[in-house]
Every structure is written in C-alpha cells, then in structure tokens.
C-alpha cells in the first residue's frame, strides 16, 4: 500500500513539471517586465530574465516558480521599495543582480523578502544597495546560499542586515559573502538552522548575531574587520567549529561575545588579532576546545555569572592578556592548555608543566579597575609587578590555574576555510 502511493505521488509530480514552461524576459519579448511575466506565469514554470536592466519593484512571487537570471540581469528598484517578495513556498531565485531599494525609517525594505513560505532557495545572486539584503520572517526549510551582499552601511539606526531571519526554522545559509551592512548575519528566534562556509566582513555591528535562538550551528565561517565578529545571546546549544574571528578591533570590539547562553560548544576556531577574543557573561555549561588564541588584547575575558565552564586543550600565544575574571565564584577548569607565556619546566618529559600556572596576572587585575594604566603595559614596572603578585599573590585568583599546562603548542588539523571572494 505505502509503495503504492508513493508511486502515485511521483507521477503527480512527473506530470506537473511535464507541463512547466519558460517564460522568457527581456526588451523585445512577449513579456518585456519581470512583473508581467510573473503574473502569467503558471505554477512550475521558470522566468528566465536575459541580461538586461529591468527598472521595477514590489515583484510577488505567489506560486511555486523559478525565477532565474542569465548573465545577472539589473533588477533596479530605484530607491522607491522592496524589491522581490516571496509568499509561496517552492520559489527558487537565482543569478540576479538585485539594486537600490533605498532606505526608510518606517519599513524594513529589502532587497528579497520571504514571507511565511517553505521550501525556498535563495542562490547565486548579487544584491548591493537593498538596506536588507535578504529578509526572511516566518519561514521554514529553506537554503540561502552563494549570494554576494554588499552594502554602504554608515550608520547602525540607518542601515539593515545583509541576512536577516526572524521566527525560522530549519534554514541553511552557506557560501554568501556579507559585508557592508548593520549585521552580516542577524538570527532572531531562530531554530534548528545551519550557517557554514560564509565570509562576513566590514560590517558596522556584528558578522553574525544570534538572539533567543535554540539548536544552531555555524562553522567554516570567517568574521573579519567587523564592530564585533559574532554574538550570541539569551540562546541555548549553540554549536560554534572552525570558524576564523580576526582583525575586528575597536574600543569595545570582540571576536566572539556570549551573553547567557548555554550548553554551547566552541571548538577548533581561530580568534587571531582582537580587541578581545572572547567576551563571555552569565554563561554555563560552555566548552573551550581545540581554540588557537593568538596575537589578541585579551584571549579570554569572564565576567560574573560564568560557571561549569571547561577550557581545555587551546593554544594562548602572544595576547597581551590570556585570561581575565570579574568575578571572585569560579568553578570553571583550566588545565591542559598551552600558554606561551609559562615559564615552568617538565622534569618528569611528559609534555606537562610541573608547576601550575595562573593566567590572571596583576596587572590585567589594575587594568580591569584602570584602563588608563595601559600606557605602562610595556614598562618594567610591570614585569616587577606581576613578579610580586607571583611570589606572594594578594589579587589574582588563586583557584584560576592551569595544573597541567602543555609545554608545546598543540599542532590543530583545521578544514580549509571559506577563500575570499570579490
């Protein structure tokens, strides 16, 4: 009986795409406007574009149909509104050049929508100027992938977000290259979707933005020269791997920021040159594995609320500052971590340190409570300093230790990561 009607529905669906067509656009056609040719268009049917610039928008996709560009045909909105919105579910869009939805205060506009559809796929096109650049709300099982965002951002309250979900579920985002923008990636109440192989740079606020977001992954990305790399916030079991956070420095700037999140992994991601590699607050349950912390302000900087954390097996080489904690309760681990700062030695030739090491160091402690004595970060008062507080520690805390710290960095097998894009 089962084999029976799954028979019957492929052929259904074998005589519905027998009976699709193509409709064509372009100046001399029968159809010279996207709009006309959608509105004619039959469920199944494909709307080729032909290279060209079509000065249109408020374009509704409201049935299952592919609307596909050759040679990346300008679709202007012409700064009066959004351009591409889709309502319906199984609608793929694909090699479009999407322009100039213009900016306004009252409307999110953007350059495609997707409303409260399934199925959809969203690939291969090019969107600059759109104030959003891909606006998915109340949706489901979809793929939003290889499309280049680029924006002119200035300004956080006048600009919006190269992808921007709200109250999705099951959505793949890979291969987009995002920059520009308030947000390269901003997920609201988002659940169960993948975000992989992205390249998010030069954007005003964050590379990616997570809030009250459940069971998402996001991996082989690379966050580059953003207010902050990543942000995850008020969500639980958040998987972060392989992913590159580098160069976003500024006043308050952080590779990656954690703000009551729990039951999270973070494994076998590069924080390289940052303000501060990770910010972490009010958050439990948290795995630090297989990191490479390099060249950064500070590696590591715990602020209260932080418990049951386990920080093991990273690399720390050459931050100014390898851990700092705010607060005094801690019961988060250390151990068997490599810090290029240890000055131990290895009687036994295990590769494990004989002598713990703290990595809170006294004049992290003055700088938490002064900024401005960073101007002495290089002096000697400072090496004395912290040589004191290591004789006969006052300050630092003395539970922070590493009790079997690595005498050589770790070698990491990373997954090549996402190469960048034009």
Same mark, same amino acid.
């Given at each position: 009986?089962?084999?029976?009607?799954?028979?019957?529905?492929?052929?259904?669906?074998?005589?519905?795409?027998?009976?699709?067509?193509?409709?064509?656009?372009? *100046?001399?056609? !029968?159809?010279?406007?996207?709009?006309?040719?959608?509105?004619?268009?039959?469920? +199944?049917?494909?709307?080729?574009?032909?290279?060209?610039?079509?000065?249109?928008?408020?374009?509704?996709?409201?049935?299952?149909?592919?609307?596909?560009?050759?040679?990346? *045909?300008?679709?202007?909105?012409?700064?009066?509104?959004?351009?591409?919105?889709?309502?319906?579910?199984?609608?793929?869009?694909?090699?479009?050049?999407?322009?100039?939805?213009?900016? !306004?205060?009252?409307?999110?506009?953007?350059?495609? $929508?997707?409303?409260?559809?399934?199925?959809?796929?969203?690939?291969?096109?090019?969107?600059?100027?759109?104030?959003?650049?891909?606006?998915?709300?109340?949706?489901?099982?979809?793929?939003?992938?290889?499309?280049?965002?680029?924006?002119?951002?200035?300004?956080?309250?006048?600009?919006?977000?190269?992808?921007?979900?709200?109250?999705?579920?099951?959505?793949?985002?890979?291969?987009?290259?995002?920059?520009?923008?308030? &947000?390269?990636?901003?997920?609201?109440?988002?659940?169960?979707?993948?975000?992989?192989?992205?390249?998010?740079?030069?954007?005003?606020? =964050?590379?990616?933005?997570?809030?009250?977001?459940?069971?998402?992954?996001?991996?082989?990305?690379?966050?580059?020269?953003?207010?902050?790399?990543? /942000?995850?916030?008020?969500?639980?079991?958040?998987?972060?791997?392989?992913?590159?956070?580098?160069?976003?420095?500024?006043?308050? !700037?952080?590779?990656?920021?954690?703000?009551?999140?729990?039951?999270?992994?973070? $494994?076998?991601?590069?924080?390289?040159?940052?303000?501060?590699?990770? =910010?972490?607050?009010? %958050?439990?349950?948290?795995?630090?594995?297989?990191?490479?912390?390099?060249?950064? +302000?500070?590696?590591?900087?715990?602020?209260?609320?932080?418990? &049951?954390?386990?920080? /093991?097996?990273?690399?720390?080489?050459?931050?100014?500052?390898?851990?700092?904690?705010?607060?005094? /309760?801690?019961?988060?681990?250390? &151990?068997?971590?490599?810090? %290029?700062?240890?000055?131990?030695?290895?009687?036994?030739?295990?590769?494990?340190?004989?002598?713990?090491?703290?990595?809170?160091?006294?004049?992290?402690?003055?700088?938490?409570?002064? *900024?401005?004595?960073?101007?002495?970060?290089?002096?000697?008062?400072?090496?004395?300093?912290?040589?004191?507080?290591?004789?006969?520690?006052?300050?630092?805390?003395?539970?922070?230790?590493?009790?079997?710290?690595?005498?050589? *960095?770790?070698?990491?097998?990373?997954?090549?990561?996402?190469?960048?894009?034009?």
């Amino acid at each position: 009986m089962r084999n029976t009607t799954i028979l019957a529905i492929l052929c259904l669906l074998g005589s519905y795409f027998a009976r699709a067509r193509t409709v064509t656009v372009c *100046p001399t056609c !029968s159809f010279s406007g996207i709009k006309q040719a959608v509105a004619a268009a039959q469920a +199944g049917d494909v709307v080729l574009v032909k290279k060209g610039t079509y000065r249109e928008y408020n374009i509704e996709l409201n049935k299952p149909l592919t609307l596909k560009g050759e040679g990346y *045909p300008i679709i202007d909105g012409q700064n009066q509104g959004e351009v591409l919105s889709i309502t319906a579910g199984g609608v793929v869009v694909e090699g479009l050049d999407i322009r100039n939805v213009g900016t !306004s205060y009252i409307e999110d506009r953007a350059g495609i $929508r997707v409303k409260k559809a399934r199925g959809f796929t969203i690939r291969n096109n090019r969107l600059n100027n759109t104030f959003f650049g891909i606006y998915l709300e109340k949706s489901a099982d979809g793929t939003v992938s290889g499309n280049h965002v680029s924006g002119e951002a200035v300004q956080e309250m006048s600009s919006g977000n190269a992808i921007h979900m709200w109250y999705c579920k099951n959505v793949l985002v890979e291969h987009n290259y995002l920059r520009g923008h308030r &947000d390269g990636i901003y997920l609201e109440f988002v659940d169960s979707s993948r975000i992989r192989l992205n390249i998010s740079e030069d954007n005003i606020r =964050y590379g990616l933005h997570f809030m009250f977001s459940n069971d998402d992954d996001y991996f082989h990305n690379t966050f580059r020269r953003n207010g902050a790399g990543v /942000a995850v916030m008020f969500s639980r079991r958040i998987n972060m791997w392989e992913n590159t956070f580098e160069h976003n420095w500024g006043r308050a !700037s952080y590779g990656l920021l954690l703000k009551e999140i729990y039951d999270a992994e973070i $494994r076998d991601n590069t924080f390289r040159e940052n303000t501060i590699g990770i =910010y972490v607050e009010g %958050s439990t349950r948290l795995q630090y594995r297989n990191n490479e912390f390099s060249r950064n +302000g500070w590696a590591i900087k715990m602020s209260g609320g932080c418990l &049951d954390n386990v920080v /093991a097996n990273n690399n720390f080489r050459y931050n100014t500052f390898d851990l700092a904690l705010n607060s005094a /309760a801690n019961n988060n681990r250390f &151990d068997g971590n490599y810090w %290029s700062n240890y000055t131990g030695y290895d009687l036994g030739r295990d590769g494990r340190g004989d002598v713990p090491y703290h990595p809170v160091k006294l004049f992290n402690y003055v700088v938490n409570r002064t *900024p401005e004595a960073m101007v002495l970060l290089r002096s000697l008062f400072v090496g004395l300093l912290n040589f004191s507080e290591k004789v006969s520690p006052v300050f630092t805390p003395a539970n922070v230790a590493d009790n079997s710290p690595l005498m050589r *960095p770790i070698t990491f097998n990373r997954t090549v990561q996402p190469k960048n894009r034009n």
